[in-house]
């Protein structure tokens, strides 16, 4: 199932959604200031570490860091 909804969010454009929907993503992006087919994208990867699907990227925060801040 996963898959499957991987490979048509691919091309997010194509994804229509309800009114309400397109509003909430429009905000979104346009707050964030990302496409609308980026903030899909985003909030999917957020959805599929949240819930084990994919892994999370932790960082180390005892190690050395390269660069000034």
Do not use: C, Q
Not at 19 to 47: H, P, S
Request: glycine letters at 8%; aromatic letters at 6%.
């Amino acid at each position: 199932m996963l898959r499957r909804a991987a490979i048509r969010l691919r091309n997010a454009g194509a994804v229509s959604m309800e009114d309400d929907v397109e509003d909430a993503l429009r905000d979104l992006a346009g707050e964030f200031g990302m496409t609308r087919n980026d903030t899909i994208r985003y909030i999917v990867r957020e959805w599929m570490e949240k819930n084990t699907y994919l892994p999370v990227h932790d960082l180390d925060e005892d190690g050395e860091v390269d660069g000034n801040a």
